[in-house]
Nanobody, 122 residues
Framework: QVQLVESGGGLVQAGGSLRLSCAAS????????MGWFRQAPGKEREFVAA????????FYTDSVKGRFTISGDNAKNTVYLQMNSLKPEDTAVYYC???????????????WGQGTQVTVSS
């Protein structure tokens, strides 16, 4: 079993930055794909970024490339999402998720955090 706890959300003006953290506990952290997803009101949950720690594999959705950076710290069992040049359309609840599968598909992620709200004002 894996437990995930997100933090770092908040209110920021357009063009600003936030760093989200996801603290994981449970099974060996390095064996998992760790992903960030987001869900805006009235919309489906969508993939943002994923990383497989201990490898060079990282993947981003097109809309965040060049603005967001996913990284991880195995020693702290924590994954980060650095978000720069934020836009109002980035407003959503951001979720951390984990899976043993090598995937970016939302439905294939087994473990989920409770989410953290990110609001970007124009």
């Amino acid at each position: 079993q894996v437990q995930l706890v997100e933090s770092g959300g908040g209110l920021v003006q357009a063009g600003g930055s936030l760093r989200l953290s996801c603290a994981a506990s449970g099974r060996t952290f390095g064996n998992y794909n760790m992903g960030w997803f987001r869900q805006a009101p009235g919309k489906e949950r969508e993939f943002v970024a994923a990383i497989r720690l201990g490898s060079s594999w990282i993947f981003y959705t097109d809309s965040v490339k060049g603005r967001f950076t996913i990284s991880g710290d195995n020693a702290k069992n924590t994954v980060y999402l650095q978000m720069n040049s934020l836009k109002p359309e980035d407003t959503a609840v951001y979720y951390c998720a984990a899976t043993l599968k090598h995937t970016i598909r939302t439905r294939e992620y087994e473990y989920w955090g409770q989410g953290t709200q990110v609001t970007v004002s124009s």
